[in-house]
């Protein structure tokens, strides 16, 4: 294939890519955007197929029919409650083939060709650096949120000191790569380096924080990604990774910002590890009254509600029950109830967790209301219906300078005229500090599995 059709290719590619991007940014049109995108891919791929510098067919093709069919099974039988430890999952294995391919061109440039230029070698650190990096970072996110390790943050001593240390090891042998020693035990220790920072730097950050660490994470993917474009002087790969890179680190500042607090807080505070001030928060909530009611009672208030706003949380993505809490939805419209959904930035595991579940329920989007707009409707609402969401609704990120979660912007639940909060127990959310909310006056408690509690309201509607 000629190079200026390979170009034109290549830019038709890219041009897919940032169409897809745009296209999903917008729920209504984000299924558009996922198939532009994978048309651009295949392009992409057909015309990699073409260069005359493939070496072996077969090889790449029996690569491809592996990961193709692991990934096609993976992605058709995942839960949407694990569809944050397979976005960790797959853009761990993005960073991974970025840090095994630099590793393969060091290998195949230096030290026996001399062709390892000053740009080129920058270009294999930085890949084999960041790539290793995302990839067992994001192993240790995918465990947390599997839940094979303890989601609370697992600290060790002097843990900074260590990471630290650990990088500007890493970082001097890279150096020493970039100027001119090029053994091969030098990249080694780069990427090996690398891997074990990963760990470490994930370890020390709860599960509070995946949402902003997967999506930082993802930046880096895109950027070892765009590395590695560089060193196989492939224009397609450095466009696409840095859209990545780009868009991974805006998320990462715009969920940041959602938790009012900074990148380096979610980084280096440990958020999760509940200290002296945060039990002595905790405690002030303990001589208040819970109040519990039968669905049958909660019922009535839905059925006679002016208007009722769901507030989904990660209790309902682990019951699976966003197809029944349309369907309760659609029966409190037919009784001319006033319907919405109230989203907040980091509610769920992942960033967008609750839209992706509504939107697979079929739930209208107009009706979804992102957090400054749900905001200002909770005091002309009747009745707040919380599903499974805790720390995005926990008064004291408003009022308790004592609490981990203070100042961060939540859903003012507890300005509707009633709440209803369903749960399977009392047990604290991942930021691992009790809710006031659950003792406040105007609240009762509906407790079991979310998905048999909507079962039972819908039959308690249907009753009325």
């Known amino acids: ?75 058709r039988r995942v839960k949407m409650t694990a569809m944050p430890q397979m976005v960790a999952l797959f853009n761990g294995v993005g960073g991974g083939a970025a840090a095994l391919i630099s590793l393969a061109e060091f290998h195949n440039l230096a030290p026996a060709s001399g ?14 650096l960041i ?10 996110a995918f465990a947390k949120l599997q839940e094979l390790i303890q989601g609370r943050p697992i600290v060790y001593p002097e843990q900074q000191i260590v990471n630290g240390l650990l990088l500007a090891g890493v970082l001097a042998a890279g150096v020493a790569v970039v100027a001119g020693s090029e053994k091969q035990w030098l990249i080694v220790a780069v990427i090996l380096g690398a891997l074990l920072f990963g760990v470490l730097f994930v370890l020390p950050i709860g599960g509070a924080d995946m949402p902003v660490v997967i ?74 009254a819970v109040r519990s009611a039968t669905a049958d009672d909660v019922a009535v208030m839905l059925a006679y509600a002016h208007k009722v706003v769901f507030v989904p949380g990660y209790g309902m993505a682990v019951a699976q029950a966003q197809h029944d809490v349309r369907q309760l939805a659609d029966l409190l419209e037919a009784r001319g109830v006033e319907v919405s959904y109230a989203i907040h930035p980091v509610a769920g595991r992942m960033p967008g967790h609750m839209n992706v579940l ?48 203070y100042g961060m912007p939540i859903l003012n639940v507890d300005e509707a005229q009633s709440v209803v909060v369903l749960k399977r127990s009392m047990n604290p959310g991942f930021a691992g500090i009790e809710n006031p ?28």
Do not use: C
């Open 1 to 75: 294939m000629g190079r200026v059709a390979t170009d034109f290719a290549y830019l038709a590619t890219i041009v897919a890519f940032i169409l897809a991007l745009k296209f999903l940014s917008h729920p209504a049109t984000a299924r558009r955007g996922n198939w532009i995108g994978a048309v651009g891919m295949l392009v992409a791929i057909a015309v990699t197929f073409a260069q005359k510098s493939v070496v072996s067919y077969w090889e790449i093709v029996v690569g491809m029919a592996i990961g193709g069919s692991f990934g096609a099974v993976a992605a």
């Open 115 to 128: 062709r390892l230029h000053g740009d080129i070698s920058v270009s294999i650190i930085l890949s084999a």
């Open 131 to 140: 790539g290793a990096i995302s990839f067992s970072g994001s192993l240790v």
């Open 215 to 288: 999506s930082l994470l993802n930046a880096f993917t895109g950027i070892a990604a765009a590395a590695t474009g560089f060193e196989l002087e492939n224009n397609v790969l450095i466009v696409s990774g840095m859209l990545v890179g780009a868009s991974g680190t805006l998320l990462t500042i715009l969920m940041g910002r959602a938790m009012n607090r900074s990148i380096a807080n979610v980084l280096f505070g440990a958020f999760g590890q509940v200290g002296p001030s945060a039990a002595a928060a905790a405690a002030d909530t303990d001589g208040g």
């Open 358 to 405: 509504l939107a697979e329920a079929n739930v209208p989007y107009p009706q979804l209301k992102e957090m400054d707009e749900a905001n200002s409707e909770f005091p002309r609402t009747d009745v707040a219906l919380v599903i499974g969401a805790n720390d995005v609704t926990n008064p004291d990120a408003r009022t308790n300078q004592g609490s981990p979660i």
């Open 437 to 464: 909310l659950f003792v406040n006056p105007k609240t009762v408690m509906l407790f079991g599995d979310a998905k048999d509690s909507i079962t039972q309201l819908i039959a308690g509607i249907k009753a009325q």
